[in-house]
């Protein structure tokens, strides 16, 4: 289940839709840009999804002239993707330069020396990542290290005399470690929780190895956790936005949540720590902070240290904070006090008196700045679309990745007086040969009395006059926004592509519309953002285009819980519903999945406490509880490598619906996680969505 901390990160995949690399299979083989020609009635479909190029991580050279970034393709055919890197001048920027065209991800690029060369990880001969440097036009690429368990990111020092990097680590016993003579056992001894998180079982952890950098030669490569039984960054998630280094780099900041089984489990305190390259020493800088501490930032003048902090240990959705520390008098300052919204990231800017930072509000996700000394906060493009990954290039220019529901990421730059130029046009020869469908914004009263800002996608060349099926989207998390997002799975457009109207609340629990309403569904899930979903139903079948008879629940994690307990709660309001990923069962969900502060935070604690209020009242209006009111088709998809959500919740919900005599399918993939990333296992997951939403909401085409 996704969560408010993990934004940066998932919304970084949603967007780019990067995979991980396949292995063993074609991976000689270079993926180019697709060759794409839309069909005679120029509609979005699944194959146009999958010819789109996705741009990532844009890095800006030292002089503030280029920008360095990766575009990458899918194969349907090889099953994979791959990521090449591209520059560009950002005053002249119409031709891109590409500079890797290689059959293997080139990822985190970053430049070094004064923007003559650039440093990535690539797989070495073994196909484990390691840390490269090339020219800045990509020529002489060399390998600089040889580590057992590759390098997952890294982060050099502003003097590149050293750089850090991220590996692994042992962690759990093998059996082999108990008893020698087993050693070729595969039974793993678990005396502790937190023995799987996300999609692994954990027998390595992240650390932060510090070496000396010459320019040419990485060496005396040493682990500065050595004797800690504790990650950094933080699984499953954190990379190189984990760390910062002072601008003299004498000091290296780290992330790290320093607990380890039981503790870890029910706790989100992790802390910022300092550690002095001369002497060796930690020191704590955000002790008696209790909540999660993340993303450290240094001023340019090194003088002040600012980072994203959440309030509460356990909530792991809490407001996101931006925090400042003075680093001679230690003094702490909460810039955001007073301003009712949670920060996703925040960058310097240059002249040091202000931030850069991007939140969710109003139902899009905003770049903002705010001044360090007034803490006044300021919207500077507020267009109906998301950013992310800020670079800043001066004190009036911030380069970001911008996407909404008709177009994936692009790179813009944008400046204080609101103005956004695009950068890259990636994407142009696809979309441009497409009618794509329309966004609306409507506001929609709730059962008690507010108004929720709802988006409604209407297919290309809608008509008032017709009637339409349609479908409610319900949103994961359960704290994540409904804005501006582009999806490779959960994709509006091609939903809308499909003819259908679609019906996107930002029900009671997501972000941007201040604490209280992302607050409010944490112990409630089975209610008012209930109730919020069937209002935005009911608001909008009274529209003529909207067929009642033809309505559609579809949800993954929260989202599929949702569609669980609408089922057996619509009164008919529904035709056909899909579930990714769902929570079906809450008493199960309690004692399987890994990370228990979510579950005491959300759910309210254990089904067993008998005096708990609201744990009881969480687990009383549990879905399978209502599985005797089922009587809607239902499709169930998931995950088996999904250890957030275990595949057996999607498999007992099949279950009921085909014990109860409900029309029922189910679509399961062993080696898929919470999402699904592999190219021909997503084809597969479109094809069969919209199989059975044509099925039970488009009769003609039974």
């Known amino acids: 289940m996704s969560a408010s901390l993990k934004t940066i990160a998932a919304a970084a995949i949603l967007a780019s839709g990067t995979t991980a690399v396949a292995s063993g299979v074609d991976n000689d083989v270079i993926i180019e840009r697709p060759d794409f020609k839309a069909p005679a009635d120029k509609i979005f479909s699944i194959e146009a999804l999958e010819a789109l190029g996705r741009v990532s991580d844009p890095a800006l050279s030292p002089d503030g002239k280029h920008l360095l970034f990766g575009i990458s393709y899918e194969s349907v055919k090889l099953n994979r993707s791959n990521n090449d890197l591209y520059v560009i001048d950002i005053e002249n920027p119409s031709v891109p330069q590409r500079i890797t065209r290689t059959p293997l991800s080139e990822n985190g690029a970053r430049w070094i020396d004064g923007g003559r060369r650039i440093a990535f990880t690539y797989p070495d001969a073994n196909k484990v990542p390691q840390l490269w440097v090339m020219n800045a036009d990509g020529s002489d690429r060399k390998c600089l290290t040889s580590m057992e368990k590759g390098v997952a990111g890294f982060l050099f020092s502003p003097d590149q005399k050293r750089v850090v990097l991220i590996s692994q680590v042992k962690y759990a016993r093998t059996a082999g470690d108990v008893y020698p003579d087993l050693a070729e056992s595969t039974g793993r001894i678990v005396d502790d929780l937190m023995y799987k998180h996300w999609d692994e079982w954990v027998t390595e952890i992240p650390h932060p190895f510090l070496a000396e950098f010459d320019g040419n030669a990485v060496t005396n490569i040493r682990d500065i956790m050595a004797d800690e039984p504790f990650e950094a960054p933080m699984k499953p998630f954190g990379g190189a936005e984990s760390f910062a280094w002072s601008p003299d780099s004498r000091q290296l900041v780290y992330v790290s949540r320093k607990k380890t089984g039981l503790e870890y489990a029910v706790s989100t305190d992790s802390n910022l720590y300092l550690y002095d390259i001369a002497t060796g020493t930690t020191r704590n800088l955000t002790e008696g902070m209790n909540g999660y501490d993340t993303c450290p930032a240094f001023s340019p003048d090194g003088k002040t240290l600012a980072w994203l902090s959440m309030e509460n240990d356990g909530y792991e ?147 008032k006059q017709k009637s339409y099926p349609s479908l409610l989207y319900c949103q994961g998390g359960p704290q994540q926004p409904v804005s501006q997002f582009w999806s490779y799975r959960w994709n509006f457009a091609l939903m809308a592509s499909n003819g259908y109207v679609v019906i996107a609340p930002n029900r009671r629990g997501v972000p941007g519309f201040g604490t209280e309403w992302n607050a409010q569904i944490s112990g409630d899930y089975g209610g008012q953002n209930m109730r919020d979903y069937l209002s935005a139903v009911d608001y909008m079948k009274r529209e003529s285009y909207i067929d009642p008879a033809r309505i559609g629940a579809v949800g993954a994690s929260y989202g599929g819980f949702s569609v669980y307990w609408l089922a057996g709660h619509h009164d008919k309001r529904f035709s056909c519903f899909i579930a990714h990923a769902g929570i079906f069962n809450t008493e199960a969900q309690y004692l399987e999945t890994e990370e228990m502060w979510f579950a005491n935070w959300d759910m309210g604690g254990a089904p067993w406490e008998k005096d708990n209020a609201v744990a009881q009242a969480t687990h009383a209006t549990s879905p399978h509880k209502f599985v005797d009111k089922w009587d809607t088709p239902i499709l169930v998809t998931h995950g088996e490598l999904d250890y957030r959500i275990l595949a057996s919740q999607g498999m007992m919900a099949y279950n009921a619906a085909r014990l109860r005599g409900v029309p029922a399918e189910m679509l399961i993939f062993p080696d898929e996680n919470h999402w699904i990333l592999k190219p021909q296992n997503s084809v597969l997951w479109q094809r069969v969505f919209f199989r059975w939403l044509d099925r039970w909401l488009k009769p003609q085409t039974k």
Do not use: C
Request: proline letters at 7%; hydrophobic letters at 40%; charged letters at 25%.
């Open 317 to 463: 959705s809490d407001k996101n904070r931006i925090f400042i520390l003075d680093m001679a008098s230690g003094k702490r300052t909460d810039l955001t006090a007073d301003w009712d919204y949670s920060a996703d990231a925040i960058a310097w800017n240059p002249n040091g008196r202000s931030l850069w930072f991007t939140a969710p509000k109003d139902g899009v996700i905003p770049v903002f700045t705010i001044d360090v000394k007034s803490h006044e906060v300021k919207t500077i493009s507020d267009p109906v679309a998301d950013y992310a990954t800020l670079a800043p290039v001066d004190s009036k220019r911030v380069i970001a990745l911008r996407h909404s529901m008709l177009s994936p990421n692009e790179i813009f730059a944008v400046t204080t007086d609101g103005t956004a130029r695009q950068l890259t046009d990636v994407n142009t020869a696809v979309l441009g040969q497409l009618i794509m469908p329309t966004v609306e914004k409507r506001m929609v009263p709730t059962t008690d009395g507010k108004r929720m800002t709802t988006w409604v996608i209407y297919p290309p060349k809608f008509d």
